[in-house]
């Protein structure tokens, strides 16, 4: 795993009805962009939570050498509706000990110099678009530097204009990049 970041072998993840995925086998290196294609109900989405070590599986491995986080993820991680788009950066990163609730100040001081999110700070989760949903969640992901950013259906509900910026602010992360989409996306 020399610049592998994450090493999937033989994986697979079998329910009372039968195989969601199996014999999976994939290698990402630091900094790659990797497509998972397929349509919906092909167990694309079940595959990037078990790549993000989310998601139980029984058979196979996977391996990471570098902190993975979740981007949007319908109904797993995506924006809170009642909270605003600072709030949800401001939370973060009190959760992850960056910052402390008493000290508003110094919390925004920390989103400014942590967070780079073209959406406005006062947008509430429930008024944000599919990109912007995305937008905000890759944000957060960003917070704890990870090795690895792992996003959901990168193409639903998004124009070509709209899929391409988002695709763009996944490859300026620096990080391996894994995405599920109904087509591939990478190029």
Same mark, same amino acid.
């Given at each position: ?15 009372r ?6 014999? +999976?086998d ?8 990797? @497509?998972l ?6 167990g694309? @989405? ?6 993000a070590?989310?998601?139980?599986t ?5 391996r990471?050498?570098?902190p ?5 993820? #319908? ?6 509706p009642?909270? @605003?788009? #600072? ?25 400014d110099?942590?967070?780079?999110v073209?959406?406005?700070?006062? $947008? ?5 678009d599919?990109?912007?949903?995305h937008?905000l ?13 792992? #996003? ?14 988002? +695709?763009?602010?996944?490859?300026? $992360?620096g990080a391996?990049v894994?995405? @599920?989409?109904?087509?591939?996306? #990478?190029?």
């Amino acid at each position: 795993m020399a610049d592998q970041v994450l090493l999937a072998e033989g994986l697979g993840a079998r329910t009372r009805r039968g195989w969601v995925f199996r014999d +999976v086998d994939l290698a990402v290196e630091a900094g790659e962009f990797v @497509t998972l294609s397929g349509a919906a109900g092909s167990g694309r @989405t079940s595959l990037l939570l078990a790549l993000a070590g989310h998601f139980r599986t029984s058979a196979g491995s996977v391996r990471r050498s570098a902190p993975a986080a979740l981007g949007f993820v #319908a109904g797993v991680n995506e924006p809170e509706p009642g909270l @605003t788009v #600072a709030e949800h950066v401001e939370e973060r990163l009190v959760l992850l000990g960056r910052a402390s609730w008493s000290l508003r100040k110094r919390r925004r001081q920390a989103l400014d110099r942590l967070v780079d999110v073209p959406l406005r700070p006062e $947008t509430l989760g429930r008024d944000l678009d599919p990109l912007g949903a995305h937008l905000l969640c890759l944000a957060l992901a960003r917070v704890n530097e990870p090795g690895i950013i792992l #996003a959901d259906d990168v193409d639903s509900g998004l124009s070509e204009v709209e899929r391409r910026t988002l +695709v763009e602010a996944l490859r300026d $992360t620096g990080a391996a990049v894994v995405v @599920t989409a109904r087509e591939d996306v #990478a190029a």
